[in-house]
């Protein structure tokens, strides 16, 4: 009976939230060495499924599910833990929205890719924190086929809210509810937030996130993120770069 032997495998590692329509099984953590600079940092792991509300499932069935769902299908995200989150008195953390061009290969477009390695930096270096991976947030949230019609547009001289309000999408789609259940579920206490988009610390805060302090994260620039850098702050509402480190009203 392979089955139960899985399922008596991973049964202490799976938890479930139940959050509203849906339930949200977590499972980890798993030891996930990771190269930052040559050095290799121990992050712990966890990911995150989604399924409508109901009894808890139990390890067993959620393995069963494992081949009854096409889950490869569906975005999962997941958050690497680094240091004692649950316990640690200042915790610094990153919601980070997945950025698949600037994420994976390293696109100069956008800050992505280097908001995503630097936070990783300033969270080991913090001696706590975590950095949730949001994979249903491409594009802030309208996906990266959208996306791609959304550059296209950008090369004809549209600026990252306009080609999105052209496409008939909001400018900014994106949804914390599942994360910040995780995000609780992890750590009680209040966390810093690393982030340069005040619509972002409200949207979290507003879904019930516990915001000590934001911490701002700029850098990178170059000829061709230029312009998305500036439409952040002229458009989107991004803090500017001179705007230090503070504590979020509650
Ligand atoms: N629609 C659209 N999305 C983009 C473009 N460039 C990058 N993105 C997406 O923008 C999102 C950026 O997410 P974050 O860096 O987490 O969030 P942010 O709102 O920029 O705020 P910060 O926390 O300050 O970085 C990612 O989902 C990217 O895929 C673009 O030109 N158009």
């Given at each position: 009976?392979?089955?139960?032997?899985?399922?008596?495998?991973?049964k202490?590692?799976?938890?479930?939230?139940?959050?509203?329509?849906?339930?949200?099984?977590?499972?980890?953590?798993?030891?996930?060495?990771?190269?930052?600079?040559?050095?290799?940092?121990?992050?712990?792991?966890?990911?995150?499924?989604r399924?409508?509300?109901?009894?808890?499932?139990?390890?067993?069935?959620?393995v069963?599910?494992?081949?009854?769902f096409?889950?490869?299908?569906?975005?999962?995200?997941?958050?690497?833990?680094?240091?004692?989150?649950?316990?640690?008195?200042?915790?610094?953390?990153?919601?980070?929205?997945?950025?698949?061009?600037g994420?994976?290969?390293?696109?100069?477009?956008?800050d992505?890719?280097y908001?995503?390695k630097?936070?990783?930096?300033?969270?080991?270096?913090?001696?706590?924190?975590?950095?949730?991976?949001?994979?249903?947030?491409?594009?802030?949230g309208?996906?990266?086929?959208?996306?791609?019609?959304?550059?296209?547009?950008?090369e004809?001289?549209?600026?990252?809210?306009?080609?999105?309000?052209?496409?008939g999408?909001?400018d900014?789609?994106?949804?914390?509810?599942?994360?910040?259940?995780?995000?609780?579920?992890?750590?009680?206490?209040?966390?810093?937030?690393?982030?340069?988009?005040?619509?972002?610390?409200?949207?979290?805060?507003?879904a019930?996130?516990?915001?000590?302090?934001?911490?701002?994260?700029w850098?990178?620039?170059?000829?061709y993120n230029?312009?998305?850098?500036?439409?952040?702050?002229?458009?989107?509402?991004?803090?500017?770069?001179?705007s230090?480190?503070?504590?979020?009203?509650?």
């Amino acid at each position: 009976m392979i089955q139960s032997h899985i399922a008596d495998r991973i049964k202490d590692k799976i938890r479930r939230i139940e959050n509203g329509a849906n339930d949200i099984y977590v499972v980890g953590p798993i030891n996930l060495p990771v190269n930052l600079d040559g050095e290799t940092k121990m992050f712990q792991w966890y990911s995150w499924l989604r399924k409508e509300a109901g009894e808890a499932k139990s390890a067993a069935q959620l393995v069963e599910d494992l081949n009854r769902f096409s889950y490869a299908e569906m975005q999962q995200s997941s958050v690497l833990v680094y240091g004692d989150f649950e316990h640690e008195s200042d915790a610094v953390i990153r919601m980070h929205s997945i950025c698949h061009t600037g994420d994976i290969f390293g696109s100069e477009r956008c800050d992505c890719g280097y908001q995503l390695k630097q936070s990783m930096r300033m969270i080991t270096e913090h001696g706590t924190g975590a950095l949730f991976y949001l994979a249903n947030h491409e594009g802030r949230g309208i996906g990266l086929f959208s996306k791609a019609i959304a550059y296209l547009l950008q090369e004809d001289g549209l600026d990252t809210v306009d080609a999105n309000t052209e496409l008939g999408f909001a400018d900014d789609s994106r949804d914390y509810g599942e994360a910040i259940a995780v995000l609780k579920l992890l750590r009680p206490a209040s966390v810093a937030i690393i982030t340069n988009n005040p619509r972002k610390v409200e949207a979290l805060r507003k879904a019930g996130m516990n915001i000590a302090r934001r911490v701002p994260l700029w850098g990178n620039p170059s000829v061709y993120n230029e312009k998305y850098l500036q439409t952040k702050v002229n458009r989107s509402g991004h803090f500017g770069q001179e705007s230090g480190s503070e504590t979020v009203a509650r």
